[in-house]
């Protein structure tokens, strides 16, 4: 796991690297490395920071093939990395390391875009021919790893695995994207191929993009994902045992590491899982780490030590408190990138810090949501078919009258919550209603709040919506399309990696995903019970309470935190500042909002975070607004 930064253009000026290298330095601690050549006209150069995991020794980057033909900076991990290196022996190909580095070098030297889809694990990855003076860029299916680029004037390209990093390169805009803050406030995040910044483009999950002889390719797919849907006969038992032992083989693989790994152990039903088949690998008490909350209502402390008694592992704990969240704060949105506004940032950041303390990989259960069907919001939408049957003058009058007035509690995801979230948004099609209900600000808000909105979905994800399958399986990929990779991974990714650490998700290994997507929706969701067949598959393995308690996110109680400790910075952020001068954001909505939180009469609290990191983060980086 590590960082990297490259480009090419017209001038040769292999100093623009050590200030894109500088900002990613949190990601590859235990080494740098830089390569550059000419190729007629143009200057190419790559740049890396390396996590030392796999071949100690022999993985440094950027690394070249024998001859000097091929170039490779590479972040991430492939795990079926020794099939393809027995593959390309047998072509004669004789290898000079241990590590997957220099088997995604010679595969792509060999097969270049075409050999993407063989690959199992997670990446991003620049590869230079000097041969013919031509680039290759490519990200990992699902979108666990990040890659940043921007074309240059003189038609030349650079990119990075961080914005920020991107940003310190003088041919890439600083101005700040009206569209991208439309989606940023919507949701919490900002789909690709936008970025917050005018110009600089996040590579889609599954695609790669090729520059030569100045022009840079539009991104194309090399694996579309499509959930195909199929009758199983085959009964949930049998697919239980089937999934536990595809789940276990999953664990196996991500275990394959030169130093220890530990696992995030939340005591939900993902985590548990992974951690109990994780343990079972390994030779030693396993390490897994977990946050605890004063607030019991997001507090998960107990579950995760009651799995970790059980499994045996070496379990450690820090608790989040008020007065730990101001101790972390500031430099936990330092090192976040690109603004995202999910506020469980903060305690996964705590709890990479506490990992990295010990451990330089672990595994986490991320994805079981998207592919099992974990989510409350799937079963609502059955309950959304029944409402409608309602007569309309009690939906419309009576029930938002009701709703409209009930004062919301701090606790996690309140009756409350849910209820208004429900009533205000249930009426739309299945795709579209999901999307409301997942986003931070519905329709009139966001267009109150962002002057530039005009859709009724922010245009990125309009695009998720077509061709979607009307069904379960249907929502599940719009989330693994969407939220996943924009909000989770990118969370994950940013507060792991600034410590130095590296998070791998066997929920999301290929082969688990593939043979997901095509079981029926039902064994997802079944009479009203999420995870069907991932708890079916548990039993036995994991403790009942687990398997059975009521699902709960790993979340802070932003509420009641902004009303206490992060006031004065809520305030700040609506002090006159370029982001209402610029007429981007609608400072009067949100003060309105700000009101609110003392009447607890609305829930505008993910949006007003969202603010506070986008304001510190104008601030910090000095953008054109």
């Not at 970025?195 to 030569?212: I, Q, R």
């Not at 994780?278 to 605890?292: E, H």
């Not at 267009?447 to 859709?455: L, T």
Request: hydrophobic share 40%; charged share 25%; proline share 6%.
């Amino acid at each position: 796991m590590c960082g990297f930064v490259g480009f090419v253009q017209r001038t040769r000026a292999l100093e623009q690297l050590s200030p894109m290298l500088r900002r990613i330095v949190h990601r590859g601690p235990d080494g740098e490395g830089a390569w550059s050549a000419s190729h007629g006209e143009w200057f190419a150069a790559l740049g890396h920071r390396r996590l030392a995991i796999v071949d100690i020794v022999g993985g440094v980057q950027p690394m070249s093939t024998p001859d000097g033909s091929t170039h490779l900076t590479y972040n991430g991990e492939l795990y079926n990395f020794p099939a393809l290196r027995r593959d390309l022996e047998k072509l004669g190909v004789e290898f000079n390391t241990r590590s997957d580095t220099e088997v995604i070098l010679r595969h792509c030297e060999t097969h270049w875009a075409g050999g993407l889809s063989a690959f199992n694990g997670m990446f991003a990855f620049a590869l230079w021919d000097q041969t013919r003076g031509r680039l290759l860029l490519a990200r990992d299916r699902v979108g666990i790893k990040p890659l940043y680029y921007a074309n240059l004037a003189d038609g030349g390209i650079t990119f990075a695995s961080e914005l920020t990093a991107l940003l310190q390169h003088p041919g890439v805009s600083r101005k700040l994207s009206a569209a991208a803050v439309e989606s940023y406030f919507f949701s919490d995040y900002v789909p690709p191929p936008l970025s917050l910044v005018d110009g600089a483009n996040k590579l889609p999950p599954g695609h790669y993009l090729e520059w030569e002889g100045g022009r840079a390719s539009a991104p194309r797919p090399y694996f579309r994902f499509s959930p195909s849907e199929s009758p199983s006969y085959t009964r949930p038992e049998a697919l239980a045992a089937d999934l536990w032992s595809r789940l276990g083989a999953a664990v196996e693989r991500q275990m394959m590491s030169d130093v220890p790994v530990g696992v995030f152990l939340s005591g939900g039903i993902d985590s548990s899982c992974v951690a109990t088949l994780a343990q079972q690998y390994s030779d030693s008490p396993l390490r897994t780490f977990s946050i605890a909350f004063d607030d019991p209502t997001f507090d998960e402390s107990a579950h995760a030590r009651e799995v970790a008694r059980r499994i045996g592992s070496a379990h450690v704990e820090e608790r989040l408190s008020k007065a730990r969240l101001i101790d972390v704060v500031d430099v936990a949105l330092s090192r976040l990138d690109e603004p995202l506004a999910d506020p469980s940032y903060l305690p996964t950041f705590l709890v990479s810090q506490l990992a990295a303390s010990e451990v330089k990989v672990v595994l986490g259960g991320d994805g079981g949501d998207e592919v099992f069907g974990g989510y409350p919001t799937y079963r609502a939408h059955e309950y959304a078919r029944l409402y409608r049957a309602l007569p309309k003058a009690i939906r419309d009058r009576a029930m938002k009258a009701l709703v409209s007035r009930m004062p919301e509690r701090d606790s996690y995801q309140s009756l409350e919550w849910k209820m208004k979230r429900f009533v205000q948004r249930w009426d739309d099609d299945d795709g579209r209603r999901h999307l409301r209900w997942m986003s931070n600000l519905d329709v009139d808000d966001l267009r109150a709040g962002v002057p530039s909105a005009r859709g009724v979905i922010p245009m990125p994800f309009e695009s998720a919506l077509v061709g979607l399958p009307e069904s379960l399986n249907g929502l599940l990929a719009l989330d693994f399309t969407t939220y996943l990779p924009g909000s989770v991974l990118t969370k994950v990714d940013r507060a792991s990696m600034a410590h130095g650490l590296e998070v791998r998700p066997p929920m999301l290994d290929n082969e688990i995903v593939d043979w997901a997507f095509r079981l029926p929706s039902t064994m997802k969701v079944h009479r009203g019970r999420s995870k069907f067949l991932l708890k079916l598959a548990a039993r036995g393995h994991v403790s009942d309470e687990i398997i059975d308690r009521k699902k709960k996110g790993f979340g802070i109680p932003l509420r009641a935190w902004l009303r206490g400790p992060l006031r004065p910075r809520l305030m700040r952020a609506l002090e006159p500042s370029p982001l209402w001068a610029s007429g981007l954001l609608h400072r009067e909505a949100f003060l309105g909002w700000a009101r609110r939180l003392e009447t607890r009469t609305g829930d505008y609290s993910k949006a007003l975070w969202a603010l506070i990191v986008l304001d510190e983060w104008v601030r910090r980086e000095a953008l054109d607004v």
